[in-house]
């Protein structure tokens, strides 16, 4: 069951909680990706809980039951505002469950997310994982950005027809196995989120939430640095997996951290495995390896 928070600047958020823990060793706060929402971890968080993790997650501004009514839709400034809720979130942890260690594990948006938090806050947290992450930057990166403003001036929320051609659409063309294939090898997965109104049913992000989005992936790159070398960060995707560009974002992103912060990640790339690698067909292993890279920074 969701509840409602206020998290930054007073926005009415829905979160949901997992605590049926019986030897804690701290707490994860799970941030989602585009077109989604937190409760589809459901089967992972419990699995946190089982091995001695609280679980905070929220439906990020824009989807889920967060935004109902304006699923898909951005709006000025957004991106920070979800950076800085996460950061509400492990503050609810801390208090809550009092403890201090807390990691935050982002998928997808989410990892993007997540890589502006630990630029900002890595302090309050005991480490990360990146999980069908991406690294996006230089000309194509301009080029998207100047688009997607130019756009959302003229209409907000018109759809970002032409951002979701050149990246999901295309995926699901390499690939050649159904609409939204890219995601999963699990066709019964992939059926179930074909069919969900809060995800496929969303439809096309806004052009202000590509706008917002861009925004966010350029700061991330000029504030990269920010990150200490010691901070705990693992980063972890799909072999077959478009947003990482079938691994050679992933690589990119990889040699930025050991290039700009001396952080050397702990990678994991799963052959065969499409973008939603804790959803996949061999989700067992990935979970497992997840909760062993917690167990070490937890020591």
């Known amino acids: 069951m969701y509840e409602y928070m206020e998290l930054t600047g007073g926005k009415r958020v829905a979160v949901m909680i997992w605590e049926d823990v019986s030897a804690p060793r701290g707490a994860v706060v799970m941030v989602h990706g585009m077109c989604e929402y937190?409760?589809?971890?459901d089967d992972f968080c419990r699995f946190l809980n089982r091995n001695g993790y609280y679980v905070i997650g929220m439906d990020n501004r824009g989807f889920g039951d967060t935004d109902p009514d304006a699923r898909g839709k951005g709006y000025k400034d957004m991106f920070e505002d979800t950076v800085d809720d996460i950061k509400r979130e492990v503050e609810i942890a801390k208090a809550r469950w009092n403890t201090e260690t807390v990691f935050v594990i982002g998928h997808s948006y989410g990892s993007i997310l997540t890589q502006r938090f630990i630029e900002k806050y890595h302090a309050d947290v005991a480490g990360a994982i990146l999980c069908g992450t991406t690294m996006q930057s230089g000309a194509m990166l301009a080029l998207g950005r100047r688009l997607a403003r130019g756009k959302a001036k003229k209409n907000p929320d018109a759809p970002g027809k032409l951002f979701a051609k050149l990246t999901f659409e295309s995926y699901d063309k390499k690939l050649k196995d159904g609409v939204n294939g890219w995601i999963n090898r699990d066709k019964e997965a992939v059926a179930r989120y074909n069919a969900d109104e809060r995800c496929a049913g969303v439809g096309i992000c806004s052009v202000m939430f590509y706008k917002e989005m861009f925004e966010g992936l350029t700061r991330i790159n000029r504030e990269r640095g920010r990150v200490p070398s010691d901070f705990k960060l693992m980063i972890a995707s799909g072999?077959?997996?478009?947003?990482?560009?079938?691994?050679?974002?992933?690589?990119?992103?990889?040699?930025?951290?050991?290039?700009?912060?001396?952080?050397?990640?702990?990678?994991?790339?799963?052959?065969?495995?499409?973008?939603?690698?804790?959803?996949?067909?061999?989700?067992?292993?990935?979970?497992?390896?997840?909760?062993?890279?917690?167990?070490?920074?937890a020591k």
């Open 38 to 41: 937190v409760a589809r971890y």
């Open 239 to 297: 072999t077959d997996d478009g947003v990482g560009g079938y691994g050679k974002l992933i690589k990119k992103l990889v040699k930025a951290y050991r290039k700009e912060c001396g952080i050397v990640p702990r990678v994991k790339m799963y052959e065969g495995g499409r973008h939603e690698i804790l959803n996949e067909i061999n989700k067992g292993v990935v979970y497992e390896d997840f909760v062993e890279f917690l167990d070490d920074c």
